[in-house]
């Protein structure tokens, strides 16, 4: 399926360069009728897509993944998120499989021996549920946040998920994103001050030493195996 410049059957045409502001308009009306989410982990560049569809004042539903092994602090922030943004719907879709049962049926400390196993578990099995009642899925990723989202699009097509797959903050880097933050007082987690670019499960997810809020890097994650993905952003044109 070949996307076209990011317009279809609206009047006017909105293109990759469009200002990130534009662009999130158009997909508030030109998806209004749609089943359309913003998923997140509650990072930094979550926190900032939060933020910037929360001012326009419409419901939006935000989809988390809870996979059970979120750091407290993200806990934390979740919390607070959902209640500095009321007209927002925080929806976790997480796992429903106790990391009691996962041990009992796959081994004691799966992240260890096989964490593309522990992923597909905790994250993909449950991302294909929530996809399969979805047409429009809004993401926070950035094309320079790893080798892997280079060639990311704002608007793709999503083969995996069958979605239209739209990424606001493509084009943005991470000191733009922190920037944003500041100036907006924008709710975010606390351990991007304490070493950590990027937040995961608390089994995979280490500090980098020297990094500070604006600075990103995927070393802490899976750190010493090469996996940079854990598997939901895989194979989507991405």
Known sequence: MEMQPLA????ERITEDAPTDRLITWTLERFENQ?????????????????????????????YLDTMFFFPETYALRDRISEW?????????????????????????????DSDKCCHLRKVDPMYDVMANVDVWIT???????????????????????????????????????????????????LHEKGYPTLGCTHCTKPVPGSTPGDYSRDGRWSGTGKLECGLHDGAGI
């Open 85 to 113: 943004y009321p007209h927002l719907d925080f929806v976790n879709r997480g796992t429903t499989l106790t990391p009691e049962q996962q041990a009992a049926e796959y081994g004691a400390e799966l992240w260890k021996h």
């Open 35 to 63: 089943r359309m989410i913003m998923t997140t982990s509650f990072g930094m560049e979550g926190c900032a897509l939060i933020d910037m569809y929360a001012r326009h004042g419409r419901p939006v539903t935000v989809v």
């Open 140 to 190: 926070g990723l950035r094309r320079s946040q790893s080798a892997t989202r280079a060639n990311l699009r704002i608007v793709d097509w999503d083969w995996r998920y069958q979605v239209l797959k739209i990424s606001p903050l493509a084009a943005w880097e991470r000191p733009q994103i922190w920037e944003y933050i500041q100036k907006n007082n924008v709710p975010y987690n606390e």
């Open 8 to 11: 279809s059957r609206q009047e």
